[in-house]
């Protein structure tokens, strides 16, 4: 929900203020939400060839997973590789990776976190590991941003 505020000044120039529900308090405590916006969910592509069958046993559900962009990598130049500690696990699948590519290109906060294990895989090593992406709360919005608005004379 947005709401706005105009008011015109002596000055001859509007000043306009909006912010995005929940907004500052007027104590000026920040009630920025805490939780984070699920972007994707997947298998880790890749898994059975990196370094993930050696430490599936050290993985746990919850686990935070770190996203790197591999913009030359040669097999797919929107490449994001997911890694725990010193740990290669494998890769966003192709058809996942344009949209959390873009963003963390742009710097946007964002991590991975293993939602489900499967040690067996049901003969199915690829599908040992589900991953979630999630943009970071709290840093999607900025609050009480203001815009200056010059009338033409």
Not at 99 to 105: F, V
Request: charged residues 25%.
């Amino acid at each position: 929900m947005k709401f706005s505020i105009g008011a015109w000044f002596s000055c001859r120039f509007r000043f306009h203020f909006t912010m995005d529900w929940p907004w500052t308090s007027w104590r000026g405590t920040s009630l920025e939400p805490r939780s984070d916006y699920e972007l994707a969910r997947f298998h880790i592509a890749g898994f059975q060839y990196h370094d993930g069958p050696e430490i599936l046993e050290d993985l746990m559900t919850g686990l935070v997973l770190t996203l790197v962009r591999e913009p030359k990598n040669p097999h797919d130049r929107r490449a994001v590789a997911l890694r725990w500690g010193g740990y290669h696990l494998g890769y966003v699948p192709r058809d996942r990776n344009p949209t959390i590519a873009r963003l963390l290109d742009q710097g946007a906060p964002l991590e991975g976190r293993i939602i489900e294990l499967n040690p067996d895989g049901d003969n199915e090593p690829w599908k040992a590991v589900r991953v979630s992406v999630f943009l970071i709360g709290g840093h999607a919005a900025m609050y009480g941003k203001a815009e200056v608005f010059l009338p033409e004379l």
